[in-house]
């Protein structure tokens, strides 16, 4: 028993970093607050190419693999890559907590769902059970597509695995088809997945391009100058 409670201080003490993982338990409570108040006074979000795009019932494989493929994702940059694990919960939490305060302060939904399905197969059957248990509401920025940015920006950027062609290229595709499949299993308007798009570009540049190591090397950097110059000015300084 002494060798198994060893072996979980060192599991603890070596993945501490997992305690990220609680803010989910904030952002579900929260999410699921909404989707219980948010029903039917809210602003309807919709645009006219909405109504040009049909409803495809098989998207629906790669809108419910988006829940694998945040999870694992999480997971495996965890277990091998912290810097980018870090990296990684910085993007998603960041849009993740935005999306909550917009659906609070602005409640907001949509009607594009279809009334009924034209066909009865295990993928309408699928979309009827993520209807009933995901309402039409709490919208922008898309989540889904979010995220699924997050997590391929994460994977392009580790270093176990951005030469990692085919990882590479397997994330681009489910990408692209989660993307899709939100807007073609009417579950969002193009509109969430335009704010989505947005916000993921502003949040990379926080994350990403501006390097808070590079940040912090450059403040030493100017710090040690500063000081430099003093100590120079003061050799310079006629003695009293």
Known sequence: MSGFKKCLQKFWETNKHFTLMLYFIIYLAWFVFLEKHVTTHFHVIHLDIDDYIPFCEFFIVPYLLWFAYIAVTIVYMGFKDKKEYYNMCAFLFSGMTLFLIISTVFPNGHFLRPISFERDNIFTQLCAMLYQTDTAT???????????????????????????????????????????????????????????????????????????????????????????????????????
């Open 138 to 240: 709490n919208l922008f920025p898309s989540i889904h597509v979010y995220n699924s940015i997050g997590v391929h920006l994460a994977i392009t950027n580790s270093e176990r695995t951005r030469y990692n062609k085919p990882v590479r290229l397997a994330s681009g595709i489910l990408m692209v088809s989660i993307i899709l499949s939100t807007v073609f299993l009417k579950q969002h308007s193009v509109f969430d997945v335009i704010t989505a798009f947005f916000t993921a570009f502003v949040v990379y540049l926080l994350v990403y391009v501006r390097s808070w190591d590079k940040v912090k090397e450059n403040t030493l950097a100017r710090k040690a100058k500063i000081q430099a110059r003093k100590e120079e000015l003061q050799k310079h300084l006629p003695e009293f």
